[in-house]
């Protein structure tokens, strides 16, 4: 069994800044793809950002140059720092990562339990 684990969230004013960490245990062989997608209230889940295991990323359009994801491989975690944040990047933040369980053939995806960001002064 695989867990995510996430933490960082928080309040924050706007302009502020966050980071975010997830981290994967349990029985795992390798992971290949790592991400964050948020949820905001009476919205769909939504891609903030993606990372594979070699390290090439892909941003939402609304977060290009103020989110930085990124990954340690050694520590099976994820990061997203998050500046200049605005009011509309409050959200449920949920890690999501393709892991390759030991034994497995091929990889299943999993989900965090989720991180409440509320940006606001």
């Known amino acids: 069994q695989v867990q995510l684990v996430e933490s960082g969230g928080g309040l924050v004013q706007p302009g502020g800044s966050l980071r975010l960490s997830c981290t994967a245990s349990g029985s795992i062989f390798a992971i290949n793809t790592m991400g964050w997608y948020r949820q905001a209230p009476g919205k769909e889940r939504e891609l903030v950002a993606s990372?594979?295991?070699?390290?090439?990323?892909n941003y939402a359009d609304g977060v290009k140059g103020r989110f930085t994801i990124s990954r340690d491989n050694a520590k099976n975690t994820v990061y997203l720092r998050m500046n200049n944040v605005k009011p509309e990047d409050t959200a449920v933040y949920y890690c999501n990562s393709h892991v390759v369980a030991s034994g497995a053939v091929y990889a299943i995806t999993y989900w965090g339990q989720g991180t409440q960001v509320t940006v606001s002064s």
């Open positions: 990372i594979t295991s070699g390290g090439s990323t």
